[in-house]
């Protein structure tokens, strides 16, 4: 049972362009949650998915940044219009159930802007 | 806002020694969660005690929590270089009612051989 698969693993954007990372859950989850986290700094809650529903957005910035789980294929965070900002490591987690059992984690993607 | 606090944010030890982590948080819970990050990493999962246990052990890991004083620690017994890594703990956020994990600041742990 292959983990929590993200790709890519680095991702370099100018700013202004368009960065989409993709979270692939372990089998049998159908709960995603995207993490940011800052150099140094713990792990910042953006959104919690179910298969085709968002749950929870709150951590999310208002504007360029949205995320999906479709029915099939992975889960997608996308950036628009991206700035140095948003240079960070992005981290997806799953679990089986919300809340009450341990989520697992993907290895991140590491978004640079330039 | 971060529901978790560690304390403290740096440890430094010597291996052999025992480190301990202290993790506050804010709200009620279901339950805590421990996490290891290596530098540059993904989170791997540690330990997960719920809301009405107060101690639990896995290998060199002990872990209690306090729901009155809303905080728990995290003990590791003759430290390796290995355990060198970033500690955070986890909570449910129950305020919210869906069920996210929401993550403290984490403490930095170095051993030293």
């Known amino acids: 049972n292959a983990g929590v698969m993200q790709n890519p693993r680095h991702l370099v954007r100018r700013r202004g362009q368009e960065a989409r990372l993709r979270c692939s859950p372990m089998k049998g989850h159908s709960h995603v949650y995207w993490y940011r986290q800052l150099p140094e700094e713990g792990l910042k809650f953006m959104v919690y998915?179910?298969?085709?529903?968002?749950?929870?957005e709150s951590g999310m910035p208002k504007e360029r940044f949205s995320a999906e789980f479709p029915k099939e294929g992975p889960s997608i965070l996308r950036i628009q219009q991206v700035v140095r900002g948003d240079s960070a490591a992005y981290f997806c987690a799953s679990s089986p159930t919300p809340g009450n059992t341990e989520a697992f984690f993907g290895q991140g993607t590491r978004l640079t802007v330039v | 806002s971060q529901q978790g606090e560690e304390d403290p944010q740096a440890l430094s030890i010597q291996e052999g020694e025992n480190a301990t982590m202290n993790c506050s948080y804010k709200t009620s819970i279901n339950n805590l969660q421990w996490y290891r990050q290596n530098s540059g990493r993904g989170l791997v999962h540690l330990i997960l005690i719920r809301s009405n246990e107060r101690e639990k052990h896995s290998g060199r890991l002990r872990v209690t929590l306090d729901t009155s004083k809303k905080s728990s620690s995290l003990l590791i017994t003759a430290s390796r270089a290995a355990d060198t890594a970033s500690y955070f703990c986890?909570?449910?956020?129950?305020?919210?009612?869906?069920?996210?994990?929401?993550f403290g600041t984490g403490t930095r742990l170095k051993v030293l051989a």
């Open positions: 986890a909570t449910d956020d129950q305020t919210s009612g869906t069920y996210k994990y929401i």
């Open positions: 998915l179910q298969k085709e529903n968002i749950i929870d």
